[in-house]
Every structure is written in C-alpha cells, then in structure tokens.
C-alpha cells in the first residue's frame, strides 16, 4: 500500500513540475522541465545548462557546448521561439500573453491535470489487480488525496 501512495505522489509531483511556470508567462522554471536525450537519458535542462532570465529573454547556455543543436531542437519542439544566439547560448523570448494564448494555456495545463488524474486512477487499478483483499476504503481515500491535490494544483494556475 505504501508503495502505491508513493507512486501517486510521484505522479503530483510530477504534475507540479510540468505547470511550473504556467500560470501566466513563460519563466526560466518552465524552461528548466524540458528534458533533452543526454546519454541515452531523459535529462532536464536545468542539469545540463546554466538558465538565466532577464526581461522578457531567457538564455540557456549548456556546460557541454555539443548539445547546443539538441538543446534549440527540443526547445522549438515543445513550442518555445528558441534560436541560437552564439556559439555557447540558445535564447528563448518570451511573448506577451494575450487573451487567447492564456486560453491556449489554461487548456494544456487541464489536459496535463486530466492525465495525471488517469495516471492516478491507472496505479489504483494496477493495485486492486494484484492484491484482491486490499482495504477499498484506504485506497480510495489515497486516490481522492491525489486527485484532490491535482485539482488545487490546476485550479491554483488557470
């Protein structure tokens, strides 16, 4: 049972990770979360590169210089203006936020919560599969928890 508490925990915790910097602008913690293939990793950009924020300009400069192109690549995937500023920096600009674009937001931040909810609800199925005499009371109540905490997480952004 612990193990599947952690697991959901892990799953908000993640959801936190991936609203950061939702809530209105584009900021360096955003950037921080998009990961690039580093090694044959998974890795976040704010352990491969030193990310720096001024006005309304983020630069992103990697401390191992060949993954620059990974770096402006993953950057314009997930739907950032990223371009190669120099031969060390990538640069991020940072739009002004109309009134369709917080709508554009506020809709992939509800998606990113729904999936969470699932994920959550996916752990709490996997767990009645493999044990049939679980306490139903115990893990509805962990599963109402993690889907309560989405809810004010996403609600605390939009």
Same mark, same amino acid.
């Not at 990793?41 to 630069?59: A, F, G, M, V, Y």
């Not at 600009?93 to 699932?118: F, W």
């Not at 009371?137 to 962990?142: F, G, N, R, S, T």
């Given at each position: 049972m612990e193990k599947t508490r952690s697991l959901m925990k892990k799953t908000v915790d993640f959801? #936190?990770?991936?609203?950061?910097? !939702? /809530? /209105?602008n584009i900021n360096d913690?955003?950037?921080? $979360?998009?990961? %690039?293939?580093?090694s044959g990793?998974? $890795? =976040?950009? +704010?352990?491969?590169?030193?990310?720096?924020?001024?006005?309304? #300009?983020?630069?992103i400069t990697p401390y191992d210089p060949s993954i620059m192109?990974?770096?402006? +690549?993953?950057?314009?995937?997930?739907?950032f203006d990223a371009y190669k500023f120099s031969k060390t920096t990538v640069v991020v600009? %940072? =739009?002004?936020?109309?009134?369709?674009?917080?709508?554009?937001?506020?809709?992939? !931040?509800?998606?990113?919560?729904?999936?969470?909810?699932?994920s959550v609800r996916n752990i709490r199925r996997n767990f009645r599969k493999k044990n049939k005499d679980c306490d139903?009371? +115990?893990?509805?109540?962990? $599963?109402?928890?993690a889907i309560e905490e989405i809810d004010q997480l996403i609600s605390g952004k939009v």
């Open positions: 959801l #936190r990770d991936q609203l950061k910097g !939702m /809530g /209105g913690d955003l950037i921080s $979360t998009v990961t %690039i293939d580093y990793q998974q $890795t =976040p950009l +704010e352990h491969l590169c030193l990310i720096n924020q001024k006005d309304r #300009r983020i630069s192109a990974k770096v402006e +690549e993953e950057l314009k995937k997930q739907g600009n %940072i =739009p002004l936020i109309s009134g369709d674009t917080r709508r554009e937001v506020a809709s992939k !931040m509800n998606k990113l919560g729904e999936d969470a909810k699932v139903d009371k +115990e893990l509805q109540k962990m $599963t109402n928890i």
